[in-house]
């Protein structure tokens, strides 16, 4: 049988696994596979998570929130809200960017390519690790706890419940999850501190937006 947790670099090039690396390959697929256990076991539940780990809920509704934060207070507050909604599309950018270029080398396979899953999604075909899911949901959502802690809480609820469900559904890991959220929490980190090291960048593209009457 194939090995849970099954990763590869693109290369070819496979060096020694450790011992460490092994225990948590097995603890990352029998997380899965325990959660994944209660599949079926209560509908209404099942359904509650098949809208939760979509594609579109929880991007539309932080796409809103967003919208919402741009247009919301008066000089200088609507200034601050805006400057988060950039620092957080500037650092989910960062975070696909960073995703991207370490899927060229390095490739994991899902759960259920190797596990005895009910899937409640379809077979996604790209690489599980890190989860985009997860780096979308936690850029935005720490960019927002800067500016609001509690619209920010409520975003960083709905992700861990996002990325929650994908696991739940077995078409991710929990260390999928983990980088996902880590790498999408750095983007933003380091947006952020370019626009407090480099004022003129957001003051640049507010300019421009209203020019386009955008802000």
């Known amino acids: 049988p194939k090995q849970a947790g099954t990763h590869h670099f693109r290369s070819g090039t496979h060096g020694p696994v450790s011992c460490l690396a092994q225990v948590a390959a097995l603890m990352d697929a029998a997380i899965v596979e325990w959660l994944n256990g209660g599949v079926g076991a209560f509908r209404p539940w099942d359904s509650f998570m098949e809208a939760m780990m979509s594609d579109y809920l929880v991007p539309a509704f932080s796409s809103l929130m967003l919208i919402g934060l741009w247009f919301t ?16 599309v500037s650092g989910l950018g960062l975070a696909n960017l960073g995703i991207a270029i370490l899927n060229t080398h390095y ?5 259920f390519v190797h596990l005895d899953l009910d899937l409640l999604f ?8 890190p989860a985009n899911v997860a780096a979308v949901g936690f850029a935005l959502a720490i960019a927002v706890v800067f500016r609001n802690r509690t619209l920010g809480l409520i975003l960083v609820a709905f992700s861990l419940v996002w990325s929650g469900a994908r696991v739940y559904a077995g078409v991710h890991y929990p260390s999928d999850i983990l980088a996902g959220a880590a790498m999408g929490m750095a983007g933003t980190g380091f947006a952020y501190l370019v626009a407090v090291l ?18």
């Open 73 to 88: 207070g008066r000089d200088p507050e609507r200034y601050y809200n805006q400057l988060a909604v950039i620092v957080g």
């Open 107 to 111: 490739f994991r396979e899902r759960p």
């Open 122 to 129: 379809y077979q996604p075909s790209d690489s599980s690790f």
């Open 198 to 215: 480099v004022p003129w960048l957001p003051r640049s593209v507010f300019r421009a937006a209203r020019v386009l009457y955008l802000a």
